[in-house]
Each structure stands twice: as structure tokens, then as C-alpha cells.
């Protein structure tokens, strides 16, 4: 059995164990999904350690900018977003050097913005009198990060709102009803309004909505938040995150399960075949593919001409068992 989870503080409100463990019943697969909630990151590498079945991890809050430096590689998109949600635990059976010794490689990817993007693309509102969208967005935290990301890869023009003064974002304390006129997108990328606290709000005047502005709330326990409830009574269409959950959480198993690939020269590579011959290559880059579970699946070897991005090099010789 293939051991999956979710890490964060506070993981009682979550609907992913139970979104999960329904999914690998559904679809008759050998795997479960569990909570573990830590209390500081620098409980991860333990936590990896101690659960050799453990071959994905989704990210929840406060984790998913602090997770960042304890992963060996990231994905282009969570590179830029500067945020993470879900982690690969790529495992070998042997120690490797690009993992510090370790015989996992911990690799980064971000599933909000995309399933974000997915969510919110049906219920846009029309567009201001001005033209396009301007969506305000209420917190900085990695959730903010991924919405932020895919906002503007949607072409729709962002504000940022913060506690604190940050440059180019602006405070809670600035948002009038001239700021609010300039928006018709209000997102609220911060954990109020959450179960338990589930009668606290992002503080904005609520009164400057109306039936032409959409707001969208990440949090989607409970069903209708503070935020949704103070903006649908001024006519405002309301959305919570569910349908987001939905998409990222389907995005990561899709990421879980897609086959990993590397790179990897050596001085002397060796093809070992299920009938026993051996093909050996001098100064060679192989190009492998491995299931989630660190086996080799297949190898393509090419001679070494010069020095290539994402290569790792090995001074050992690289010895490979090709499966049956």
C-alpha cells in the first residue's frame, strides 16, 4: 500500500482524507491518505523518514513558502509562484547524492494556481466599464502567491492587500469605495473566516458591493463564510473554494503518478537486461524513467558531448537493472 497525506497546523476542518480515501476506494486503488498535523516544519524530514510508504504529500497552512528550502527540486511553476502544495516523495533504493544522502528526492509543485484558474474562469463577472477584470486580493500568504500567479496569466490585473505595509501592496486601512470601484474581482487568500473561527471576515467595506462585483472565498469549511454572507446581502456573486480544492486535489494525484525523470552522466553506464547481458556504455548520459516507487522503468543512453542543464554527474559508474 502507497501512503499519502496532508501537512499543517490545524488539519480538522480538511476534507482531503476523506476526498482521498473515497478516490482509492472508487477506483480500486492500494492506497490511503492520512493527516499529520506538525508544529513546525522542520518536523518534515522526520516525518519522511519515519514512513517509508509515504510517496505524496499536500501542503496546507502555514507550510507552503516554509516547506520551500527542505525540497531537492521544483517545477517550474512553483519556481515563479514561490509557493508549494503538494510535494513528491520520490524514493530510491540507494542513497543519492543529489538528496544529501538520502535515498528520497522531495521535488515541489503548486496545484492551486491551476485549479484556481479552473474555478473562478466560469463565474467571471462583466467586465468594468473600463474594460477587462481587476481583482483585489485580500492576504500575501503562499495561497496568494498561486492566485496571484494565475490572475495574471489570466490577464486580469491584481491589487494585493496586506496587514502590514509591504511595497506595491496596499492595506486594509486603503481600501475605500473608490478602491472597490476599481475592482470587480474580490478574493479572499486568507484563513478568516475559517471553521472554528468561522465568524471572523476580512475587514472591507462591505457596503461598496454590488451585483456587478464576484467574490471568492479559498475557504470551503463552512459551505457559506462571513465573507460570502456580508457580500451576497449586497447582491455580490459569491463563490467558496470547494471546486478549487476539488481541481488541485486532482492535479496532485495526477503529479503523484506521473512518471519522474532524470538525467544522469557517468564515466562508464551499464544496461543490465532481464536475460542477463550486459551493455556498457563509456562516458554517457542516461536518461531514466522511474514509477513512484524508485524502480526503473526504462533508460535511454546517449554519449556525453558536452555539459547540459539538469544533469546530475556521477564519478561512480552508473549501474541500471532494466525491469522484464
Known amino acids: 500500500m502507497m501512503l499519502y497525506g496532508l501537512i499543517g497546523r490545524r488539519l480538522g476542518h480538511s476534507f482531503s482524507a476523506r476526498f482521498f480515501n473515497d478516490k482509492f476506494t472508487a477506483e480500486n486503488i492500494d492506497a490511503a491518505y492520512r493527516l499529520f498535523e506538525i508544529d513546525n516544519i522542520r518536523e518534515l524530514p522526520a516525518l519522511i523518514a519515519a514512513h517509508s510508504d509515504l510517496y505524496g504529500l499536500n501542503v496546507t497552512i502555514p507550510y507552503k513558502q516554509e516547506a520551500m528550502p527542505f525540497l531537492t527540486l521544483l517545477t517550474d511553476s512553483a519556481r515563479r509562484i514561490g509557493a508549494v502544495n503538494t510535494i513528491r516523495v520520490f524514493r530510491q533504493k540507494e542513497p543519492m547524492e543529489i538528496a544529501g544522502g538520502d ?179 563509456p562516458l554517457s548520459i542516461a536518461e531514466i524513467t522511474y514509477s513512484p516507487d524508485g524502480n526503473v522503468t526504462s533508460a535511454e543512453v546517449t554519449p556525453f558531448r558536452e555539459e547540459i542543464p539538469g544533469v546530475v554527474y556521477l564519478d561512480n559508474p552508473l549501474i541500471l537493472h532494466l525491469p522484464v
Not at 122 to 147: D, K, M, N, Q, W
Not at 232 to 253: D, E, F, K, T
Request: glycine fraction near 8%.
Open 103 to 281: 535515498n528520497y528526492i522531495l521535488e515541489g509543485h503548486n496545484t492551486d494556481a491551476p485549479g484556481f484558474a479552473m474555478a473562478i474562469e466560469p463565474l467571471l463577472p462583466p467586465p468594468l466599464p473600463e474594460g477587462g477584470h481587476y481583482a483585489l486580493v485580500l492576504g500575501t500568504g503562499g495561497a496568494s502567491r498561486a492566485v496571484v500567479y494565475a490572475l495574471r496569466r489570466m490577464g486580469i490585473g491584481v491589487t494585493q492587500v496586506s496587514r502590514n505595509p509591504q511595497p506595491g501592496i496596499i492595506t486594509y486601512r486603503e481600501i475605500d469605495s473608490e478602491v472597490m470601484d476599481m475592482h470587480n474581482i474580490i478574493i479572499n487568500c486568507t484563513p478568516l473566516g475559517m471553521w472554528p473561527d468561522a465568524d471572523s471576515c476580512p475587514p472591507i467595506p462591505y457596503e461598496c458591493l454590488d451585483e456587478r462585483k464576484l467574490c471568492f472565498d479559498l475557504v470551503y469549511n463552512p459551505e457559506v463564510t462571513e465573507f460570502m454572507r456580508r457580500a451576497a446581502a449586497q447582491g455580490a456573486r459569491v463563490s467558496n473554494g470547494m471546486q478549487m480544492l476539488i481541481n488541485q486535489a486532482n492535479l496532485a494525484w495526477e503529479f503523484w503518478q506521473s512518471p519522474r525523470r532524470r538525467r544522469y552522466m557517468s564515466r562508464t553506464v551499464e544496461l543490465h537486461h532481464p536475460d542477463g547481458t550486459v551493455d556498457s556504455y
